[in-house]
């Protein structure tokens, strides 16, 4: 099993078998000003776990520190234009 950590605590486990699973603290950091849950924050973090899964699954290497900014800077992004 192959593990990786990346930030919003997002934690990816990709199985023997190749399927995965992803926890994380998105919808938090999508969450709106008064730290109440939207929809549209729910959709980002679901949408970015998604791809972050799908990603690990076919074997691309998220553990790495430039994937790490990249998911940072994406995240900041989205959450100033929801």
Known sequence: MKQF????????DILEDG???ISSDLDEALS???G????KGIA???????????LACAGVDVGTAEFSTGLL?????IGNNL
């Open 5 to 12: 950590a990346l930030p919003f605590n997002v934690h990816i």
């Open 19 to 21: 399927l995965g699973r």
């Open 32 to 34: 709106a000003a008064d």
């Open 36 to 39: 109440e849950k939207d929809e």
């Open 44 to 54: 980002a973090a679901n949408a970015i776990e998604s791809l972050l899964l799908a």
């Open 73 to 77: 800077t994406a995240t900041n992004a």
